[in-house]
C-alpha cells in the first residue's frame, strides 16, 4: 500500500506540474513560429525562427528590460528595510497595541492596486512623480510590505529568545546578536519574503500603466503591449519578450529555491 500511495501521490504531482508549466511550452512555441504559421495546426512549429528572440533586443525592449530589474529590485530592498527592523520587534516585544498593529498590517494587504489607482496617481501627480521609475517602486514596496512583515514576524517569533541570550552573554549587543546569530537563522524567511516580493514587483502591470507614461520609462509588461495592435497582435514577438521576460524570475528562483522552501516549512507559515 505505501508503494500504491506513492505511486498515485507522484502520478497527481507530474500531472499538476503539466497542467502548470503547459501554458509556458505554448508560449515558447509559439515566440519561435513565423508570423504565416501562427494558425498552424501542427503544435510543433514546422519552421523555427530564432530571431523571434533576437528581435527583442533590438526592438528596443531591453531599456524596458532593466526598468522592470530596477524597479523589482527597488521595490525589494525598500521592502526588506522597513520590514525587517518591524517584524523583529513585533516579535521580540509584546508592547501595547501590538496585537491591533499587525491587524492594520494585515488589513493593508486586503487593499489592491487596481481599486486604489485613481488615488493613488493622484497623490504622485501632486507631488510631481508622474512618469517617475521611483513612483513605482514606492508603490510596489508598499503593497507587498505587509506581506514580508507577517511572513518574518512569523519567522522570527519562531526563534528562540535563550540564542540571543547567550549572545548577549558573550559579550555582543542588541544589534551584534541580530546580525549574528537571529539573520542568519532568519535567512530561509527573508529569502522567502524578498522573492514573493521581487515576483510581485516584477509582474505588476496597472500601477505601471496608470503611472507612466513614456515607453523609456515603462516597465516590460507595459511595453509589451506595443505588439497589441487595434487589428492585429504580433504573437510571436509578444510572446518572445514573455519569455525573456520569464528567464529573470526561473534563475533567481532556481537559485534560492531551497531557501524559500526552508522558509515556507520552517516558520513563515506557523
Not at 127 to 140: H, K, Q
Amino acid at each position: 500500500m505505501p508503494k500504491v500511495k506513492t505511486v498515485i501521490v507522484a502520478a497527481s504531482a507530474y500531472v499538476i506540474a503539466f497542467v502548470f508549466l503547459f501554458p509556458y511550452l505554448v508560449m515558447l512555441l509559439t515566440s519561435l513560429r513565423s508570423q504565416d504559421s501562427l494558425r498552424d495546426v501542427a503544435f510543433w512549429p514546422e519552421e523555427w525562427v530564432w530571431s523571434n528572440l533576437a528581435n527583442f533586443w533590438t526592438s528596443g525592449l531591453a531599456g524596458n528590460l532593466w526598468v522592470t530589474l530596477k524597479v523589482a529590485g527597488g521595490s525589494t530592498i525598500l521592502v526588506l528595510l522597513v520590514a525587517l527592523p518591524a517584524a523583529y520587534y513585533t516579535a521580540r516585544h509584546n508592547f501595547r497595541g501590538r496585537t491591533a498593529f499587525l491587524v492594520l498590517v494585515l488589513i493593508t494587504q486586503m487593499f489592491q492596486p487596481t481599486a486604489m489607482v485613481v488615488g493613488i496617481y493622484r497623490e504622485f501627480f501632486q507631488f510631481g512623480l508622474v512618469d517617475s521609475i521611483w513612483s513605482l517602486i514606492l508603490v510596489n514596496g508598499g503593497f507587498n510590505l505587509a506581506f514580508a512583515v507577517w511572513i518574518l514576524n512569523a519567522y522570527f517569533a519562531s526563534i528562540p529568545r535563550e540564542l540571543e541570550e547567550a549572545a548577549f552573554i558573550d559579550g555582543n549587543g542588541r544589534f551584534g546578536a541580530l546580525f549574528r546569530i537571529t539573520l542568519p537563522l532568519a535567512m530561509p524567511g527573508v529569502i522567502t519574503a524578498l522573492i514573493f516580493t521581487f515576483i510581485a514587483a516584477w509582474n505588476e502591470f496597472v500601477v505601471a500603466l496608470t503611472l507612466t507614461t513614456t515607453t523609456e520609462n515603462q516597465p516590460l509588461t507595459v511595453a509589451l503591449n506595443s505588439f497589441i495592435g487595434q487589428y492585429q497582435v504580433d504573437w510571436q514577438n509578444l510572446f518572445a519578450g514573455s519569455v525573456i521576460a520569464t528567464i529573470p524570475v526561473i534563475i533567481l528562483f532556481a537559485l534560492i529555491e531551497r531557501k524559500v522552501v526552508g522558509g515556507l516549512t520552517a516558520g513563515s507559515i506557523k
